[in-house]
T-cell receptor, first 113, second 113 residues
């Protein structure tokens, strides 16, 4: 149980375009999901906390207008990277909170050309 | 806020030997300490965790110890196997649940055959 999926697993987009990443809890409902960013050989950095039915809470230094988060249902949160630039290329990982534990998705590798 | 330091950054051990990874945290209010294993291109997977009311926890070849006074916690892997090769992250949270986890910088563990 407690499986989290992400889609897509890999995406390549052109600079200036937007890309949406989906995070789904497959066998449980999650009122809280988290979005992380991980650069190569570095740790996970929390970007924002996504709460179902309300606005996301962003960490200091994360642009909320650039990284749009929508948590419209108890099993789905989406992260949209708007006007992507090469520096946004990274590994994006979501997690979902279930019974006081975070379960992580497999990650989405975004490459902006 | 919480700061988690992790050492070493890389660790190479002979198959069958033990591996030890150490972490320190700064916020005395932290009371939940999970450890994650991340394989290349995948999301982190929880392998063991410990709460502040416990000094040691063991699960087969994996054990974690916690010294609240010194704000240290460690991961011990015995009888290492090739499949233990991965990046390991320690983490801490100052909340009673697994929300807003602060990750260490990671340890790349390599098991030599």
């Amino acid at each position: 149980g407690a499986v989290v999926s992400q889609h897509p697993s890999r995406v390549i987009c052109k600079s200036g375009t937007s890309v949406k990443i989906e995070c789904r809890s497959l066998d449980f409902q999650a009122t809280t999901m988290f979005w992380y960013r991980q650069f190569p050989k570095q740790s996970l950095m929390l970007m924002a906390t996504s709460n179902e039915g309300s606005k996301a809470t962003y960490e200091q230094g994360v642009e909320k207008d650039k990284f749009l988060i929508n948590h419209a249902s108890l099993t789905l949160s989406t992260l949209t990277v708007t006007s992507a630039h090469p520096e946004d290329s990274s590994f994006y990982i979501c997690s979902a909170l279930n019974s006081n534990e975070q379960y992580f998705g497999p990650g989405t590798r975004l490459t902006v050309t | 806020g919480e700061n988690v330091e992790q050492h070493p950054s890389t660790l190479s051990v002979q198959e069958g030997d033990s591996a030890v990874i150490k972490c320190t945290y700064s916020d005395s209010a932290s009371n939940y300490f999970p450890w994650y294993k991340q394989e290349l291109g995948k999301g982190p997977q929880l392998i063991i965790d410990i709460r502040s009311n416990v000094g040691e926890k063991k699960d087969q070849r994996i054990a974690v110890t916690l010294n609240k006074t010194a704000k240290h916690f460690s991961l011990h892997i015995t009888e290492t196997q090739p499949e233990d090769s991965a990046v390991y992250f320690c983490a801490a949270t100052p909340y009673s649940s697994a929300s807003k986890i602060i990750f260490g910088s990671g340890t790349r563990l390599s098991i030599r055959p």
